[in-house]
């Protein structure tokens, strides 16, 4: 049974910086393709950042200012998320998907960042 948890969440002064954490179980996890999403209220969730074996990606908006890592022997991935604007404000969701399975993954429950002055 893959299970994810995130942590890391909490509410940030526009400018600050926070890091998010998501540690898996029930997985290899080394040769899994790791993402990072958000949710905004009345919005479409969107894919922030991703990270698998050789390719790192990012959404446009977040492009120099968030980092995506992992860490193999912890089976964690990482956001780091610096200059927040609040427009960043969302519920960030942590996914696992098994290498050659388009279309399938799984899920954390998400953790709340709040980008507010």
């Known amino acids: 049974q893959v299970q994810l948890v995130e942590s890391g969440g909490g509410l940030v002064q526009p400018g600050g910086s926070l890091t998010l954490s998501c540690v898996v179980s029930g997985s290899i996890f080394s040769i899994d393709v790791m993402g990072w999403y958000r949710q905004a209220p009345g919005k479409q969730r969107e894919l922030v950042a991703s990270?698998?074996?050789?390719?790192?990606n990012y959404i446009d908006s977040v492009k120099g200012r968030f980092t995506i890592s992992r860490d193999n022997a912890k089976k964690t991935v990482y956001l780091q998320m610096n200059s927040l604007k609040p427009e960043d404000t969302a519920v960030y969701y942590c996914n696992l998907r098994k290498p050659r399975t388009p279309g399938s993954g799984y899920w954390g429950p998400g953790t709340q960042v709040t980008v507010s002055s």
């Open positions: 990270i698998s074996i050789g390719k790192i």
